[in-house]
């Protein structure tokens, strides 16, 4: 598909595939689409459509969003990502599929993307809750009302959704209590709104892309936590800890060399969440984060993916 000269539009790319390439995927994406990259795992509705359950045994679909008023520079996109995904396939990774391709006016931006958010609960008692979705709130539901933007998620990713349920039990044992949090790629402020919701005193997040701190902010005023949760553009160190908890939802990449950073950012006796660490390289993440003076504890997993629970000795 060639799109047409359309200063209000966007190209969007997608590409179904196994959960072992989203990663891989949406780096590639990630090099085109100034609009932002969005992993949607498949999922069932439940609860008459007012929820959903993740599948893992099925593939996730990465979008990523160019903007359409070049028809050539968007053409040109494409084809650098299907090149790219090409080269990738010659890794043997499982199943990647074609990139398909559609022209989304910015008119009808809002009713496109929306359709792929459902209201999603993460372990006992948290419920993500897209702003534009009915939730019939149960006894103890914590619910984090989400406006995620072109470029983030409500939590649908794997990574998020094990970031997320390590916090219950945080919360359950007190270490959430009156905690000061920081969120290193803050995103949607998604993990900082939760933490807060869960008995931290208060949250900071940061990232290097403006749009993630504008959504965060965003979406703190639509949870009225504006005061208690705030975020600026910037990455470690951030100057402003120590911090009871610290959550990382990254990429192992990533992780490795700020360990030692991560570590600085916590008090003694601190507790750090870190996600987005695909299975194959726990061992390195692992290495890093003892090699920076963290005891490794609680490990979680879902698919692939893997979330480490860690504590700066006291």
């Known amino acids: 598909m060639t799109p047409?000269?359309?200063?209000?539009?966007?190209?969007?790319l997608s590409v179904e595939a196994d959960?072992?390439?989203?990663?891989?995927?949406?780096?590639?994406?990630?090099?085109?689409?100034?609009?932002?990259?969005s992993v949607e795992p498949a999922f069932d509705l439940v609860e008459e459509g007012l929820g959903a359950r993740v599948d893992p045994s099925r593939?996730?679909?990465?979008?990523?969003?160019?903007?359409?008023?070049?028809?050539?520079?968007?053409?040109?996109?494409a084809g650098e990502v299907e090149a790219a995904l090409g080269h990738l396939q010659a890794f043997g990774l499982r199943p990647i599929g074609p990139v398909r391709t559609r022209l989304v006016h910015e008119d009808d931006w809002a009713e496109a993307w929306k359709a792929y958010f459902p209201?999603?609960?993460?372990?006992?008692?948290?419920?993500?809750?897209?702003?534009?979705?009915?939730?019939?709130?149960?006894?103890?539901?914590v619910v984090v009302a989400m406006d995620p933007g072109m470029a983030f998620g409500t939590g649908l990713h794997p990574t998020t959704r094990l970031c997320l349920a390590a916090l219950e039990p945080l919360a359950a044992d007190g270490t959430l209590?009156?905690?000061r949090v920081l969120d290193v790629g803050c995103g949607s402020g998604i993990l900082a709104i939760a933490?807060?919701?869960l008995g931290a005193a208060g949250a900071i997040g940061v990232d290097t892309d403006p749009i993630?701190?504008?959504?965060?902010?965003?979406?703190?005023?639509?949870?009225?936590?504006?005061?208690?949760?705030?975020a600026r553009v910037g990455s470690l160190p951030t100057e402003d800890g120590p911090f009871d908890v610290v959550l990382a939802n990254l990429i192992a990449g990533v992780l490795v060399p700020l360990a030692p950073a991560l570590h600085e950012e916590l008090r003694p006796g601190g507790t750090l969440v870190a996600s987005g660490i695909f299975v194959d390289r726990e061992t390195e993440v692992r290495a890093a984060f003892r090699s920076a003076g963290m005891a490794v504890g609680e490990r979680t997993a879902e698919g692939d993916w893997v979330a480490l629970r860690a504590v700066r000795p006291a």
């Open 19 to 37: 959960v072992e390439a989203i990663e891989a995927i949406s780096e590639i994406l990630g090099r085109v689409a100034t609009g932002g990259v």
């Open 212 to 230: 993630a701190i504008e959504s965060t902010t965003a979406n703190a005023r639509r949870n009225r936590l504006v005061r208690r949760v705030r």
């Open 195 to 197: 933490a807060v919701r």
């Open 119 to 141: 209201v999603l609960r993460v372990g006992p008692h948290i419920v993500i809750r897209p702003t534009w979705r009915r939730h019939r709130r149960r006894p103890g539901d």
């Open 59 to 77: 593939p996730a679909t990465v979008r990523g969003y160019v903007p359409a008023r070049d028809p050539a520079t968007a053409a040109a996109a």
């Open 177 to 179: 209590a009156r905690a």
């Open 4 to 12: 047409s000269a359309d200063a209000g539009a966007w190209l969007e």
